[in-house]
């Protein structure tokens, strides 16, 4: 039969932003002439397993799974196969082709640049691209990439990054290195898919430091297409995912317990079924 597609979020304590991830996975589910559900890992109903057990009661006995991550970081790397490794030993003879997070896609790429130009960012305006921060330095390095590609093809004076939390620079200190090198005009860029508590966090410390901030991602078509991509890709078994930096396979410094670490899902107090 035709292979349904499974599309997995973080959750979030923000209705808005659970409303959105709901309404962008029924855009998908127009957009490819297969089974679609959404399900999140923690905080948001419904949760992965119930999108699973909807799945399987429509008489799937394979799923292609998308991570809806913007980085690989451990979301994507643990907890999402966690919960399919959960999954499958509830539906005894289930299987999953697990695809890659949305990474600097051309199209994401294509979505900040259209961010940035609804705020009539031009020549004199410095982007501050801030993102959610990991304890994974790939995954943090992943947010710089972005930022270097954004700086080499929008027609700003310079794109900056910084993260809101886990990691440095924060948003403020970031905002201070954009004005120290000489920034006349600062737009704040979060780097997130949908609204939430995060974004919403981004949004406050900008404004009380006294810059703008642009929209997130959001619910829309050239997201869809990224997603079906990855879902394509995900049974094509063409998984270009880079490990050449991944702190569980490189004896990075600082990160050297990581190597082989088992990969666990993080507890999640409010499911009683992980």
């Known amino acids: 039969m035709t292979i349904p597609l499974l599309i997995a979020g973080h959750g979030t304590t923000d209705p808005e932003g659970a409303e959105e991830f ?7 589910g127009r957009s490819l002439d297969v089974p679609v559900a ?19 009661e429509g008489g799937a006995r394979r799923l292609a799974c998308v991570p809806l991550m913007l980085v690989a970081a451990g979301h994507a790397k ?6 399919l490794a959960a999954e499958r030993a509830r539906h ?19 979505l900040l640049r259209d961010r940035i130009a609804a705020t009539g960012a031009g020549a004199e305006t410095t982007v501050l691209l801030v993102g959610r921060g990991s304890t994974d330095p790939d995954a943090n390095a992943e947010v710089a990439k972005v930022a270097r590609l954004l700086a080499e093809t929008t027609p700003v004076s310079g794109v900056e990054y910084a993260f809101v939390s886990l990691a440095e620079p924060g948003v403020p200190a970031g905002l201070d290195r954009c004005r120290a090198l000489g920034a006349k005009r600062i737009v704040v860029l979060p780097y997130f898919l949908f609204t939430g508590v995060l974004p919403r966090r981004v949004a406050a410390q900008a404004a009380a430091w006294g810059a703008e901030t642009a ?3 959001g619910d829309c078509a050239g997201l869809a297409e990224i997603v079906v991509e990855r879902y394509h890709e995900a049974l094509g078994g063409d998984i270009r995912a880079n490990c050449d930096t991944c702190k569980y396979r490189i004896a990075l410094p600082f990160h050297e317990h990581a190597v082989g670490a088992a990969q666990l899902p993080h507890h999640h107090p409010a499911d009683h079924h992980h």
Do not use: C
């Open 92 to 110: 005894p003879g289930l299987s999953f082709a697990y695809g890659r997070p949305l990474g600097p896609h051309p199209g994401i790429l294509a």
């Open 22 to 28: 709901r309404r962008f996975v029924a855009r998908v």
């Open 78 to 83: 643990s907890d999402i196969p966690g919960s």
């Open 38 to 56: 959404g399900g999140f890992i923690e905080l948001s109903p419904p949760p992965v397993r119930d999108a699973v057990a909807g799945l399987v």
């Open 215 to 217: 929209e997130v991602i």
